[in-house]
């Protein structure tokens, strides 16, 4: 029968000295990574060098051993280590469980005990047992069946010692390795040893006498004198120094031989975990075979374009990609679309109606487009795989068509699955998840007398990333399956898609003669302000030149300043805030920033965004923003149009709907991230304050001032609000000190008192915290996930910052969730009525229709049933209606009478 192999490895060992021997390496975002990708190729070498049947990794836990209680000084020597290395702990945390390595930690224990104590345990005929370590202590339980490898060249090499090996470096048995230690010292661990002796001498005497006990029996004997007397002077010091250096194989470790047997996941997985840290020679590594060589068909007849549009009519899926203009990010030039990984087709289209035949690009201006049988593709319920659905239902409808049949989506899938990433290109994400490098075209502006590349060029390249996309989805929807994220990739962000699409179609109406008015009139303010503040300066400056500014405010007027940068004093609005008091020119120039933001950033950027032929803004609501799964709007940003000063009012008065005959309507959850809070809380005050339609912030006030709640004030309301809203983002009493304006002291007393109330609250914080750290990511009621690698960043500010997101991202990533579930719903339910309503914007937990007047009653009562019913939560979901000519002139729906 075939020997078992049971390989250990020292964890930590191998990570500091992959650390040490390789350069800083760092991902895009700036997270080192050079000890975890070390120590990863090192595992896969041991994997594949060694095929072992079980597989276990020993770690060191944070606490004091039981070393340290004998001996405080046990390595006492060693420094700290640098922060770029300890972040990187959570990573390689992730990545074993990700290998599904079983991880082995016992407080008051080094990992080294931890492998002797296993080695000795499991060691037979029937099982070898390989020690990986960079650690010479491991060598003392070298036997027969138990051989240890010491890594050299940082973590590269391994030297294998059994027990003929060692005696012939050492000279005698390895069980004396801890004599030995005892007698010469060991500097690394700050053991002293006996002070006089050293290597050639400790080797001798335990090659002679063994054991320092028996050394100790046979002192008068021992040669050379020197180390006889050093020996009588402090005989403790080798007691003390063999007891340190022995391994304590008595560790309490609940872990059996089959709890150890490993096999290694699937190619899949490994490519997505080491894309994710941008482990690119990892990632190809563990690619498929993958045919990189794609036969591409450049279309430029008729009748050659009919006969391949032909062959997709019974195809199982198409894989197609456009090619857009780079003057319209919406107009396709060209389309690719593939059936067989190996072979893809590029079809040109005509250049835009703004381009001249002088300026078209090579091969594409003789092109006829578009024709017939692409809008016919485009529209057949064929299931279609695509990179950017929704950019692709603007090229189709540009082309005078429609888009049907899609049925997968590489970038909401690459998204689900790495949500911080900040784009999801389809080369990278093949590159990370296929090891496959596609070819890529030039970016930026061709240089003067550079040519654009040619349909050829271009046919190649979308070609070969069409025929990708086929291998690519496959494996992507395996991994969402793998996290049990395929539902809410297929039944809510694919799904929302085409509804996303009709809104930015539809647009936003607004009323450009109204901005025009208002942005003659915020000019003329601004004006008045600027002459106002020059008067008060005693000088004409630029208000917008922070150099400028400094000068007249720190250097002429004299007021306090902070600490100089290296562009001077800093002129911030939190800096400006705090001089607002010693002067009226800080006033001044407070308001004089925030009227040119609204002329500039909203009421000019507004009437730029309006479309000519429509009076419209058409922005884009993007899915893959924000890493909580929120929408976020672009091109114009319509998610955050002031509304708490009169000049932000005027502007949303000008989002109107049709005069005369439409209504706008605005549907609003009422507290949705209280409500989640509530329900993953289970705190029973806060579900029986929801339950009963109290008032949760005057709730909440009455206990922490410990007043009635009809002696509530409208001050202690609003702090309570703010406290209320604060936990569940995971603030802390300095900033809620700083929010409220009142002591850190009492900061922590409210929220003391807000976990008093609300105890569910507070344990829900800290299980989430602890989760986190063992899980590397926090997800949301529909499973959504975020990763979180800084939760063990060494830097306080930074890991807290991952604590609060942890504790933040499953209650606002499920209202997130939850709205997409709602205007799912409410989309289905306008169809299905045959209302002539439509959805037109959606800001955070609101959602904006223009609605002919006849229907109004009939939509505010489908939409409030819609999206009180989108989830079923422990508490009562609430939609407030409001409807208007505008958006700032809004009245409160009822129901009207039976």
Request: charged share 25%; hydrophobic share 40%; proline share 5%.
């Amino acid at each position: 029968m075939k020997q078992q192999r049971l390989v250990l490895v020292d964890g930590h060992s191998i990570i500091f000295r992959a650390f040490h021997a390789l350069p800083l390496l760092t991902t895009r975002a700036g997270q080192p990574t050079n000890a975890a990708y070390g120590f990863t190729r090192m595992l896969l070498k041991v994997l594949r060098d060694l095929e072992p049947d079980y597989l276990a990794i020993a770690l060191d836990t944070a606490t004091p051993t039981f070393r340290h209680e004998q001996f405080a000084d046990y390595k006492a020597n060693r420094v700290r280590a640098p922060d770029e290395l300890l972040s990187q702990f959570p990573l390689v945390d992730d990545i074993l469980n990700a290998l599904n390595i079983r991880q082995l930690r016992v407080e008051g224990f080094e990992a080294d005990d931890i492998l002797g104590a296993l080695a000795k345990r499991f060691a037979s005929d029937e099982v070898e047992v390989l020690l990986v370590s960079g650690d010479l202590d491991v060598l003392q339980v070298v036997e027969k069946n138990i051989h240890t490898l010491i890594t050299l060249r940082g973590a590269s090499e391994l030297k294998r010692y059994d027990p003929e090996a060692f005696h012939d470096r050492f000279g005698f048995a390895p069980e004396l390795l801890p004599d030995y230690k005892g007698l010469r010292g060991d500097t690394s661990d700050n053991i002293p040893g006996v002070r006089g002796i050293g290597d050639k001498t400790a080797a001798a005497l335990v090659a002679k006498y063994g054991t320092v006990e028996n050394l100790l029996v046979h002192l008068d004997d021992v040669q050379p004198k020197r180390a006889r007397e050093a020996l009588q002077a402090d005989p403790d010091a080798a007691r003390l120094g063999k007891w340190l250096a022995t391994l304590n194989l008595e560790v309490p470790l609940d872990v059996s031989l089959e709890d150890c047997r490993y096999q290694l996941p699937a190619a899949t997985t490994l490519r997505e975990l080491f894309g994710r840290y941008e482990f690119t020679s990892l990632v190809k590594e563990f690619a498929e075979e993958v045919e990189s060589t794609v036969e591409v068909a450049l279309l430029t007849e008729a009748g050659a374009t009919a006969a391949a549009f032909a062959e997709l009519a019974g195809a199982e899926v198409v894989a197609f990609l456009f090619d857009y203009s780079p003057e319209d990010s919406h107009r396709a030039r060209g389309i690719a679309f593939a059936a067989d990984p190996q072979r893809a087709c590029y079809l040109p289209l005509s250049a835009s109606s703004e381009e001249t035949a002088q300026t078209a690009l090579p091969g594409f201006s003789d092109c006829v487009a578009p024709p017939a049988s692409l809008q016919e593709f485009l529209a057949s319920e064929t299931p279609k795989l695509t990179h950017d659905a929704k950019s692709a239902h603007w090229a189709a409808s540009l082309l005078g068509g429609s888009l049907n049949g899609v049925v997968g989506e590489v970038m909401l899938a690459s998204y689900l699955l790495t949500p911080d990433r900040q784009n999801h290109p389809v080369s990278e994400v093949a590159r990370d998840h296929l090891g496959l490098e596609l070819p890529v075209l030039p970016t930026g502006k061709p240089k003067k007398g550079e040519p654009d590349p040619s349909a050829q060029q271009r046919a190649e390249v979308f070609g070969a990333a069409a025929a990708a996309l086929l291998k690519l989805h496959p494996v992507l929807e395996a991994l969402l399956d793998e996290r049990q994220q395929l539902a809410l990739y297929r039944e809510v962000e694919l799904a929302l898609v085409p509804v996303l699409w009709e809104m930015e179609r539809v647009g936003v109406l607004v009323d450009t003669e109204r901005l025009t008015q208002l942005a003659a009139s915020l000019g003329a303010d601004i004006s008045k302000l600027e002459g106002h503040i020059h008067g008060l300066a005693g000088e004409a400056f630029n208000i917008g030149s922070t150099q400028q500014l400094q000068t007249i405010l720190f250097e002429k007027l004299g007021l306090a300043h902070g600490k100089r940068t290296k562009t001077g004093y800093s002129t911030s609005a939190d800096v400006l805030d705090k001089l607002a008091e010693e002067h009226e020119i800080v006033r001044k120039i407070l308001e004089y920033r925030e009227l040119t933001k609204l002329k500039s950033t909203y009421v000019d950027g507004l009437l730029t965004a309006a479309s000519p032929e429509t009076g419209r803004i058409h922005t884009s609501f993007n899915q893959t923003g924000t890493a909580t799964g929120r929408l976020s709007s672009s091109e114009p940003n319509l998610q955050n149009i002031p509304i708490r000063t009169e000049a932000g009012r005027e502007i949303r008065a000008a989002f109107v709907a049709p005069a005369g005959t439409h209504v706008l309507v605005c549907a609003d959850y009422s507290q949705i991230e209280l409500r989640v809070l509530a329900h993953i809380t289970r705190d029973p005050r806060l579900v029986a304050a929801f339950a009963n339609d109290q008032d949760i912030h005057t709730d909440t006030a009455a206990q922490l001032f410990a007043v009635t709640p009809e002696e509530v004030t409208s001050e202690m309301r609003r702090r309570a609000k703010v406290v209320n809203f604060g936990i569940a983002y995971g603030m802390s009493p300095r900033g809620l000190a700083r929010d409220l304006a009142i002591s850190q002291e009492e900061a922590t007393q409210y929220i003391l008192n807000y976990f008093a109330t609300y105890p569910g609250v507070q344990d829900y914080m800290r299980d989430t915290v602890e989760r986190a750290r063992r899980d590397g990511y926090v997800t949301t009621l529909l499973n959504r996930r975020r990763y979180l690698p800084d939760l063990g960043n060494p830097n306080p500010r930074v890991r807290e910052f991952a604590e609060r997101t942890a504790i933040n991202t499953p209650i606002q990533g499920t209202a997130a969730d939850l709205m997409k579930v709602a205007m799912l719903h409410v989309g289905s339910a306008l169809r299905r009525e045959g209302l002539r309503a439509r959805t037109t914007l959606q800001v955070h937990d609101e959602l904006m229709f223009e609605c002919p007047k006849p229907e109004l009653d009939a939509l505010a009562a489908l939409v409030v049933e819609s999206m009180t019913n989108a989830m079923a939560l422990e508490v009562p979901l609430r939609v407030e209606v409001e409807y208007g000519p505008n958006w700032k002139e809004l009245a409160d729906w009822v129901v009207p009478a039976a």
